[in-house]
């Protein structure tokens, strides 16, 4: 399962879990900053984060006026255990979508 999430929202994210304001220029960035999110975030945790077992990301440039003014985007793809249901899948990624909606 995948989601799409502005690379503004996950700086906000780390800022308000971490308490440090940092730089998302690429894939590798957005999914250190996922990762510590995760860690720290209450918004997955217990069993629910246990059954989660990695996060993809690719970057993804969306233009909004001109090939100059662009918003950098980063694709979540959310790797879970074999045996884990649709429902909880869909349940881990609601609560972190939910978590970045907020901030």
């Keep these: 399962m995948k989601i799409v999430v502005a690379g ?3 700086i906000k994210a780390v800022k ?3 308490g440090i304001e940092i730089v998302v220029e690429t894939p590798e960035d957005a999914k250190e900053a996922i990762d510590l999110i995760l860690r720290k975030s209450e918004s997955i945790q217990g069993e629910d984060q246990a059954t ?3 996060v993809k990301v ?3 440039q969306t233009y909004e006026t001109s090939a100059v003014d662009f ?3 980063f694709l979540l793809e959310f790797l879970f ?3 884990v249901s649709s429902d909880r899948k869909v349940a881990v990624i609601k609560s972190l979508q939910g978590f970045f909606d907020k901030v």
Aim: charged share 50%; aromatic share 0%; no cysteine.
């Design 8 to 10: 503004e929202r996950i």
């Design 16 to 18: 308000k879990v971490d």
């Design 52 to 54: 989660l077992t990695d």
């Design 58 to 60: 690719s970057a993804i």
């Design 71 to 73: 918003k950098m985007m």
């Design 81 to 83: 255990e074999e045996d």
